[in-house]
């Protein structure tokens, strides 16, 4: 049923319906008329306002917000757990004194009429900024609206038998707007119920009277061209290609050696013609949303996609994380639960607490403070969505946290998350990835928001969890997964068929494999945004994030003055955006532009002779994890060539020198750029066309990369 809020008394319409009625006597219907006609109205009319007002409303109650997109506007309500389809400025409030509007004065020729109206019949209602705005402009529906709101209150007040309180000649004047505005009236109150037999009837049809579904189907169109290097690599079966079959093969050591994992190898010294077809791909989510008390949610969604093999990001592809497109999951078409969390307020409405027993990042807490962090909607690059600060830990299983709203421009939020929290054996606290994340977001104008956040963090193997920026700064200097030599095995004068024999397989130049070295992470964030005007929005955030290692090295004398350390890493980030909203008048659409760097190593050590392994994670949850090494070769380990063509392992017995051991925790020597652009096209209130492309230099912050290039065409539903 339509609120009273929306027929009570504003602006204009408040005004001159009150001086019609204090002046009664003297106003005839001619003056009536031509006072109505002098108004402008070019509003559109109330009745077709509140049309798309209440659509909007069941619309909304019918949306799930499958991802938050944090813009200016949804930053300013922590107890807002969905939208509802009114804007804040929109909404109107019944005051009961004229002292509550800040902008009526008793000076104002209006002040009379309107402290008779409110302390009379209680028909005037202000904005929630404590606001009257009684220089608006109405039309005569919006008129006849306020009209309706005060005829109910007569009839209230004489239904309770106090109609001595109604003055004789407002009711003389009550009688001769009605018949004036006969007409509006009955066209109000015609909508009025048709709207209200909608809802009935779409309550009634309604999926569940608890729990409503909804779903966001994203088809996109994507290619790529450039990236030759990094991309061409040949993706190999474990323990395969020249290192293993050739160098390691001795008649006295007949079976073949391996190393400690059972991942791919990648072979970069003897590359292809990068795979870089054009494809159709699809993620699809299901979401269902409940509430038990109106103001909480309990959520659970449910995704499949087809961007199998890691996409572009496949080594025989692009092989860089910088090309991965934002709404790309390699889910083979299978469904998988994808998120389940339960948000209720306390306190007043000013705290909202979250328990997410799957699906936890730590942006399910922390505003990411960007309007392009939406799968669907948002930007269409991976890095674009948001800082990578807030994606430290990667996906992980469970997590809580809150949002407190500690004064209108301030805001606190905390959250703590782990992955594997369902193993008995590691538990909430013990498990091998954890990250804990506070973030202060304060708005200290009506159009500037800005965000500080912390994490802390803990890593089993070292890596972070991006997947946004250079294999080398996911895992702070290749250290995890690695091998480096030891003095048994690698010291002057042990003979070639001892080390083969070594446990790492990498015995000839790195006989100790030193496993996952776990870390600890910190890391520091900022974000703004900046609306400088309605339609231009102005973004920026950035970060660093400190790596330190828990373990020190052995101290063996062929590691020279790495020996006995700790490795570190400190990683770098950054982005500039640009968007313009409703360009060419088309409300709805949106232009990006976005400029950044994505995560750096700028400082690492010590630099150790070392054998690293292929960088083989998953990104999203579920997706099958996919090698990655930027043709670094570093990486390229198995491989006869290095990634530019010379000897990297000669055959045994000859002379030639060898490429091996490679090197550990050493920094990123070049400088990776992003630029971007998109726009976003809104053919409804369910349907988005996206086309864009983004631009990556040196990708995998290395100078011998080429250039690569990512387009798509992206078309959003959401029903």
């Known amino acids: 049923m339509i609120g009273i809020k929306y027929f009570l008394l504003t602006g204009a319409s408040a005004i001159v319906f009150a001086l019609s009625i204090s002046m009664a006597k003297a106003i005839e219907q001619p003056k009536i008329e031509e006072a109505l006609q002098s108004i402008n109205t070019s509003v559109a009319q109330l009745s077709e306002k509140e049309s798309v007002k209440l659509e909007k409303n069941l619309q909304s109650n019918l949306n799930i917000d499958i991802d938050a997109e944090q813009s200016i506007d949804r930053l300013t309500n922590v107890s807002q757990l969905k939208d509802d389809g009114n804007s804040p400025e929109d909404n109107i409030e019944q005051v009961t004194s004229v002292s509550q509007l800040s902008d009526v004065q008793p000076s104002d020729w209006a002040f009379g009429a309107l402290q008779s109206l409110i302390e009379r019949y209680g028909v005037i209602a202000g904005y929630p900024n404590g606001t009257f705005r009684g220089n608006r402009a109405m039309t005569r529906y919006e008129f006849a609206a306020g009209l309706n709101a005060a005829l109910d209150k007569i009839n209230q007040i004489i239904a309770a038998g106090t109609e001595n309180n109604v003055r004789k000649e407002d009711l003389v004047t009550l009688q001769k707007l009605q018949e004036e505005f006969a007409a509006e009236l009955a066209t109000l109150r015609g909508r009025v119920d048709t709207l209200e037999a909608r809802t009935a009837e779409i309550e009634a049809q309604q999926f569940s009277t608890t729990t409503i579904m909804n779903a966001e189907v994203i088809f996109a169109v994507s290619s790529a061209f450039g990236g030759d290097p990094p991309g061409g690599c040949r993706v190999l079966d474990d323990d395969t290609g020249y290192f293993f079959e050739n160098v390691t093969q001795l008649p006295s050591n007949p079976g073949r050696s391996g190393d400690q994992n059972t991942n791919p190898e990648v072979d970069c010294g003897d590359r292809r013609e990068p795979a870089r077809n054009t494809v159709f791909s699809h993620l699809t989510r299901i979401g269902l949303q409940s509430s038990f008390t109106g103001k909480d949610v309990l959520r659970t969604y449910l995704t499949t996609g087809n961007f199998d093999d890691g996409g572009f990001t496949n080594p025989e592809s692009l092989n860089t994380y910088m090309a991965r497109l934002s709404h790309q999951a390699g889910l083979n078409n299978k469904v998988f639960l994808d998120l389940l969390e339960y948000r209720f307020p306390a306190f007043d409405d000013k705290v909202v607490f979250s328990v997410i027993p799957f699906g936890f990042e730590l942006s399910s807490v922390l505003s990411a403070n960007s309007p392009y962090f939406d799968i669907g909607r948002g930007s269409i690059s991976r890095f674009g969505q948001l800082n990578p600060v807030l994606r430290i ?103 070639f068929g001892q080390q083969v024999n070594a446990p790492s397989g990498f015995g000839p130049c790195c006989a100790n494999y030193i496993g996952n070295l776990p870390a600890q992470i910190n890391a520091v964030g900022g974000s703004l945004q900046w609306r400088v005007t309605d339609n231009l929005t102005l973004g920026a955030w950035g970060g660093y994030m400190f790596t330190n290692f828990l373990e020190a090295l052995p101290n063996d004398d062929v590691l020279g003055d790495s020996a006995g350390q700790k490795p570190y890493g400190t990683s770098a980030t950054y982005l500039f955006s640009l968007g313009i909203s409703d360009p060419f008048g088309r409300e709805g659409d949106l232009f990006g532009f976005l400029f950044g760097m994505p995560p750096k190593l700028v400082d690492a050590g010590p630099g150790t002779p070392g054998t690293p392994v292929p960088f083989f994670e998953q990104v999203v949850r579920e997706e099958d994890p996919t090698p990655v090494t930027d043709n670094n070769d570093n990486l390229n380990t198995v491989s006869q060539f290095t990634t530019d063509g010379q000897p990297n392992l000669p055959p045994p017995g000859s002379n030639l020198p060898s490429n091996l051991p490679k090197r550990v925790g050493v920094r990123d020597r070049a400088t990776s750029l992003h630029f971007e652009v998109f726009y976003r096209f809104r053919v409804s209130d369910n349907v988005w066309i996206t086309p864009g492309f983004f631009v990556v230099t040196n990708p995998g912050h290395i100078a011998d990369n080429d250039t690569i290039f990512v387009g798509t065409l992206r078309t959003t539903f959401r029903f």
């Not at 709203?405 to 013990?430: C, H, K, M, N, W």
């Not at 070292?462 to 946004?468: D, K, M």
């Open 393 to 495: 830990g990667g996906p992980m299983d469970a997590g809580v946290g809150f949002d407190w709203l500690i004064a209108d421009p301030v805001r606190l939020q905390v959250a703590y998350g782990t992955r594997d929290s369902g193993d008995f054996g590691e538990g909430i606290f013990g498990a091998d990835h954890s990250a804990l994340g506070v973030q202060l977001v304060v708005r200290p104008t009506q159009n500037i928001v800005t965000g500080i956040s912390y994490v802390n963090a803990y890593s089993s193997d070292g890596s972070l969890g991006t997947y946004t920026g250079s294999v080398n700064a996911e895992t702070a200097g290749l250290w995890s997964g690695s091998s480096i030599p030891n003095d048994q095995f690698n010291s002057p004068g042990v003979p």
